[in-house]
């Protein structure tokens, strides 16, 4: 499928989707969001992706916010509308996605950049990235997660300060609060984290995929995580790969997992 505001590329198993609207600094408008929506899409059916690595072009900007001027003007339903629409459509479907999703920070995430980045299974930055969610400047709030994500990730106090504040922290400062698992530097940012994500298709990816069910669940309002876990840790024994994995652990040698 040919998109007008991302690029993908797909190197040995590793897709990058690209948000790629250099002069808004990568806003997300509803077109982009729409697009990166059909890319994961695609990309959940193609089995040559292994892990998905969401960025931006250059290095000013990740996603520097929603397109502002798109909902100026919206009334109250259509407000709620935006919202639950973006969610379904593309921060829920990332957050519930079953193949490893990293968020590589390159830049500028505000707004709904950060919650983009949030969805995202975890996260690496750029050490000249700068993270924020500035909405109660505007008079809204975060809208595409960030209320509930953002607590979930650096505690309840922090995010009520930084969505309190509307302010920005930087990237050693996400480091610490636990909003980004690894710094580094611009110029390094894509090959560390192509470099993770080789390790974990190093895993099975059928297991992995049955992990991000299990640890989303704990998140869940009236699911027990435990229950989801153990359901899930008993359908591994049914698998070809679990099958795979602990013949080759026997028999010492490197295991090479069918549902790879």
Do not use: W
Not at 4 to 15: A, K, P, S
Not at 68 to 94: H, M, N, P, W
Not at 109 to 120: D, F, H, I, R, T
Not at 164 to 178: E, F, K, P
């Amino acid at each position: 499928m040919e998109f007008e505001n991302i690029l993908t590329e797909n190197n040995d198993g590793i897709l990058q989707i690209i948000i790629n609207r250099p002069k808004k600094l990568n806003a997300l408008n509803r077109d982009t969001i729409e697009e990166l929506h059909q890319a994961f899409a695609e990309a959940k059916e193609d089995r040559e992706v292994k892990v998905v690595i969401l960025t931006g072009t250059g290095e000013k900007a990740f996603v520097a916010g929603a397109d502002i001027s798109e909902f100026a003007d919206f009334s109250t339903e259509e407000g709620r509308e935006l919202s639950a629409e973006g969610q379904a459509k593309l921060f829920d479907y990332v957050a519930n996605f079953p193949k490893p999703v990293i968020a590589a920070v390159n830049g500028f995430a505000l707004g709904g950049g950060l919650e983009l980045a949030m969805a995202a299974h975890f996260r690496v930055a750029s050490d000249n990235a700068k993270m924020g969610l500035p909405e109660t400047s505007l008079g809204v709030i975060p809208g595409y997660g960030g209320t509930q994500r953002l607590p979930q990730l650096v505690g309840k106090g922090r995010a009520m300060e930084m969505i309190m504040t509307a302010g920005m922290i930087d990237a050693n400062q996400a480091l610490q609060y636990n909003l980004v698992n690894h710094v580094c530097e611009p110029e390094e940012l894509i090959e560390f984290t192509e470099k993770i994500a080789r390790k974990i298709m190093k895993n099975s990816l059928v297991a992995i995929s049955a992990a991000i069910r299990a640890i989303n669940a704990n998140y869940e309002d009236g699911v027990n995580g435990f229950e989801v876990e153990i359901s899930e840790f008993g359908s591994s024994f049914g698998t070809e790969d679990f099958e795979e994995g602990t013949s080759a652990f026997l028999n010492k040698r490197k295991a090479d997992f069918p549902g790879n």
